[in-house]
């Protein structure tokens, strides 16, 4: 059995975030991998067969801070892993809405990747663009832990009196929203008496609100249940949407992103309105387990019109989509995929 640490990715909050417990916590943790991995976590370095380092590691971090790190585990004999499911290299030439990297947190990030003894990353593209600073990488896609979404409501929405249209995101994901805006405000202001947008998450541009002065618009509040467990097991009780919206620009930051949206939306019980961007095109299938939109106003006005007036066609991507996720995309069947990488890499 190897003792493996992770260094996850955190804020001044000292909790994992989303991404560290999609990405390593939870398939790590999982039943299959237990007889191989002990696991242990926690933001400063303990002794291991296997180091983990997620992404930025600390929100105060500096390249000597790296420097130490990646010394004390050759020292140790440690095989050190970094694992990233962002193109962080490129997060400064987009100037990404409300997140940027200083530039110690950029050398950190090269730095990390230059000196691991392996990657592993969750998108193909992702791979390309590290493939420069270490030529051994591999891609384990995301996967959902299935025990979040047990005990999900069912609710009969032909009690409600409005149709709900419903966006998640990080105030990371502002730009993206921004991008659909015209096209959500034409809806809901043609639909008025019979239509609802719920957002949840962090906005972090209040104008981003402000653009649906006088529509019907909620801000769904998620209380105490900020760490993903309980967000997800929030979602799965709480939410009662007809349709889901995963607007995503098209750029060389976004190109690397995972499908996260559409697991998390499918496995919902979510038919999906998705960008159609390299993010989601590979995995969604068009008007069988989601519908793809070209990023403009005219291919979301209809994509909204085309799902809104098609209970049937929206209820049988639903049940598409949920069921390839439940098949294909949860730990039950992925989780292995980690041990592979990592034996991959210790070997």
Request: net charge neutral; with cysteine.
């Amino acid at each position: 059995m190897f003792k493996v640490h992770v260094l996850y990715e955190h804020s001044s909050t000292i909790k994992p975030h989303g991404s560290s417990y999609i990405r390593v916590l939870l398939p790590l943790t999982y039943s299959t991998n237990t007889k191989d991995f002990y696991v242990t976590k926690c933001t400063n370095y303990v002794s291991a067969d296997i180091v983990i380092v997620e992404r930025t590691w600390k929100p105060n971090i500096t390249l000597s801070l790296a420097q130490e790190l990646v010394e004390t585990a050759r020292k140790d004999g440690s095989c050190l892993i970094y694992t990233i499911d962002d193109n962080l290299l490129d997060i400064k030439s987009q100037l990404i809405f409300n997140h940027s990297l200083t530039n110690q947190q950029l050398m950190v990030v090269r730095y990390f990747a230059r000196e691991a003894d392996g990657i592993i990353v969750s998108t193909e593209y992702l791979k390309e663009r590290f493939q420069h600073l270490n030529k051994k990488i591999f891609v384990v896609p995301n996967a959902l832990d299935e025990g979040l979404f047990q005990g999900q409501t069912k609710r009969n929405k032909s009690d409600r009196k409005r149709r709900v249209i419903g966006y998640m995101g990080t105030h990371t994901h502002d730009a993206d929203l921004m991008m659909v805006i015209q096209a959500l405000r034409t809806i809901l202001r043609k639909n008025s008496d019979s239509l609802e947008l719920q957002l949840v998450g962090c906005i972090a541009d209040s104008s981003v609100i402000d653009s649906f002065k006088g529509l019907p618009i909620k801000v769904l509040d998620i209380g105490n249940n900020g760490d993903y467990p309980n967000f997800m097991r929030w979602m799965s009780q709480t939410l009662d949407w007809d349709l889901a919206i995963a607007p995503l620009e098209n750029n060389s930051f976004t190109r690397c992103k995972s499908d996260i949206k559409f697991l998390d939306y499918s496995a919902l019980g979510l038919a999906g309105i998705y960008s159609d961007v390299a993010s989601y095109n590979n995995t969604v299938r068009h008007l069988e387990t989601g519908y793809l939109a070209a990023n403009n106003v005219e291919a979301w006005i209809e994509a909204f019109e085309s799902l809104l007036g098609d209970d049937r066609l929206r209820t049988q991507i639903a049940n598409n989509a949920r069921e390839y996720v439940l098949s294909n995309r949860t730990l039950k069947h992925c989780a292995q995929n980690w041990q592979q990488a990592i034996f991959s890499i210790v070997n």
